[in-house]
């Protein structure tokens, strides 16, 4: 079974410019998740969806952020401008329906650089 | 906000000793979650508890939930090379959010 997919795995970019990270969910998830990690701050939500609508955005930086969810199946985080200081890991997770409701599976990661 | 303490944030033993690492917090949580991360890689879920009091084994790992449901363990037994890499918990109490522990960075000298 493929797991969650991000794309790209490895952006570099300078100030300024945007930057649209992108994520395919677990096929049947319902749920999706979008976290940035760093060694000052650890893993920190960002937003979750389910059912493609935005439950929490409380974790989201600033509104230089933004996140859709057009379907089930694909999800993209989008920073602009973008600054040196939202380098970091940016993970997706989604999760299912059922017993394991708690269970979040992760994606490998997009890793930003800006210059 | 919730805040989870995991300790120990780093261990460093030889191939075949026993591991043991745990979190504790302040909050009650309904379910705790054990994750593994390799560098550049996406944390991997391990362990999911999901009452007070429970155990469960994953191979060479076990968990425990807390009877108080405020702290969780996890013990790695006969470490080997390939167990090296960041342990998270995470616990979540209602809705959706999880919250993560700190990490304990895991070293295993052959």
């Known amino acids: 079974d493929a797991g969650v997919i991000q794309s790209p795995r490895h952006e570099v970019t300078e100030m300024g410019q945007e930057v649209t990270l992108r994520c395919k969910p677990i096929s049947g998830h319902d749920y999706l998740f979008w976290y940035r990690q760093t060694m000052m701050r650890g893993l920190e939500l960002l937003i979750y969806f389910n059912n493609n609508v935005p439950i929490d955005d409380s974790g989201m930086p600033e509104d230089r952020f933004s996140a859709k969810m057009p379907n089930a199946s694909f999800s993209t985080l989008k920073i602009q401008p973008s600054e040196p200081r939202d380098s970091a890991v940016y993970f997706c997770?989604?999760?299912?329906?059922?017993?394991?409701?708690?269970?979040?599976?992760f994606g490998p990661g997009t890793r930003l650089t800006v210059l | 906000g919730q805040q989870l303490n995991q300790s120990p944030q780093s261990m460093f033993i030889q191939e075949g000793e026993d591991v043991s690492m745990n979190c504790t917090s302040s909050?009650?949580?309904?379910?705790w979650l054990w994750y593994k991360q390799d560098p550049g890689e996406g944390p991997v879920l391990l362990i999911a508890?999901?009452?007070?009091?429970e155990l469960t084994s994953n191979g060479r790992l076990t968990a425990q939930f807390g009877i108080t449901r405020k702290d969780s363990f996890l013990n790695i037994s006969a470490s080997i090379p390939s167990d090296v890499g960041i342990y998270f918990c995470a616990g979540q109490t209602s809705g959706s959010r999880l919250t993560f522990g700190e990490g304990t960075q895991l070293t295993v000298n052959p």
């Open positions: 909050s009650i949580f309904n379910t």
């Open positions: 508890l999901y009452k007070a009091g």
């Open positions: 997770a989604s999760r299912g329906r059922g017993l394991a409701l708690n269970e979040q599976f």
